[in-house]
């Protein structure tokens, strides 16, 4: 297991995250990519983005720090076709990204549906999203954390996948693999240390990022009023991430645990951010190395 970060919000670009993440003794990165025009002459790398790329990719050698997954902000809604024609390409172009830059997993979110036909809608469209992406080295990553545009909305307006849905999903699209998020768990009840049990081995990178609920709030206005729960840095909230990295050992699990500092008392600016940086490193660190 190792850890690395999210240095998108650092907005430092590819070069700085990995200067930033060779200062704090990180060997690995995240970094996301808004969504992009996906015309026929964006389809793939032109002759600037190749040695763009491969400049940066000489700089993660040199300073021993790698990819551990790009990650596309988007979230696909497999019953749509332009959504599906848009998600593709764009998947295709960030595994060619990847396939310069040495990293093979490409994360994304999927818009959740209920049903068979919205189940086969979504398997149709992973498994032609991974064939796609299956000559450049590269496999999707689904993100079990909530999709960014409905972050602070309330539940009457969106519903969260369910852990059947993982497992139905991961069974039937063999190239797919987790991107696993507890605080996700916390607030939709679910037990995070016992649902590792059926997608453990399914999980390839664990966002760490943690979760306070307003219990007052809940209790008064319920689960479909005004917003309940916010993300916080790794140790600010209900996650026990102790208890939670010893049963990832316990399952083996060898993949990257990221700090994701979507903090809402966390500040803009590079000062904050990096102490945020810096305070999640010293609570997981010890837990990851111990």
Same mark, same amino acid.
């Given at each position: 297991m190792r850890l690395c970060f999210d240095a998108t919000r650092f907005g430092s670009g590819l070069d700085g995250a990995i200067e930033l993440a060779s200062s704090r003794g990180l060997s690995a990165v995240e970094y996301s990519f808004a969504p992009f025009a996906t015309g026929k002459a964006a389809k793939g790398l032109d002759a600037s983005e190749k040695k763009s790329l491969r400049e940066v990719a000489k700089l993660s050698r040199e300073?021993?720090?790698?990819?551990?997954?790009?990650?596309?902000?988007?979230?696909?809604?497999?019953?749509?076709?332009k959504s599906v024609k848009q998600f593709q390409a +764009?998947?295709?172009?960030?595994?060619?990204?990847?396939?310069?830059?040495?990293?093979?997993?490409i994360a994304f979110n999927l818009l959740p549906g209920d049903g068979e036909e919205w189940l086969q809608s979504a398997e149709q469209c992973l498994n032609a999203v991974?064939?796609? +992406?299956?000559? /450049?080295?590269?496999?999707?990553?689904?993100?079990l954390s909530t999709?960014?545009?409905?972050?602070?909305?309330?539940?009457?307006?969106?519903?969260? +996948?369910?852990?059947?849905?993982?497992?139905?999903?991961v069974s039937s699209c063999p190239s797919l693999s987790l991107s696993?998020?507890?605080?996700?768990?916390?607030?939709?009840?679910?037990?995070?240390?016992?649902?590792?049990?059926?997608?453990?081995?399914?999980?390839? /990178?664990?966002?760490?990022?943690?979760?306070?609920?307003?219990r007052d709030l809940l209790v008064d206005s319920g689960m479909y009023g005004p917003l309940w729960w916010r993300y916080r840095i790794p140790g600010k909230g209900?996650?026990?991430?102790?208890?939670?990295?010893?049963?990832?050992?316990?399952?083996?699990?060898?993949?990257? +645990?990221s700090i994701d500092i979507d903090d809402e008392f966390v500040d803009s600016d590079q000062f904050e951010l990096e102490n945020a940086l810096d305070a999640s490193i010293s609570k997981l660190a010890p837990l990851v190395r111990g």
């Open positions: 300073k021993g720090v790698d990819f551990a997954c790009l990650s596309l902000d988007y979230c696909v809604d497999a019953a749509d076709k +764009m998947m295709t172009k960030l595994a060619q990204v990847g396939e310069v830059l040495g990293c093979s997993r991974g064939e796609g +992406m299956e000559k /450049h080295g590269a496999k999707p990553l689904l993100r999709p960014r545009q409905f972050r602070g909305v309330s539940l009457k307006r969106w519903r969260a +996948m369910e852990p059947q849905d993982w497992r139905n999903l696993f998020s507890p605080a996700d768990c916390v607030w939709l009840g679910i037990d995070y240390l016992r649902v590792l049990s059926g997608v453990a081995s399914a999980i390839d /990178h664990v966002e760490a990022i943690d979760i306070e609920i307003n209900q996650v026990d991430w102790g208890q939670f990295i010893e049963a990832l050992k316990l399952y083996e699990f060898s993949g990257t +645990m």
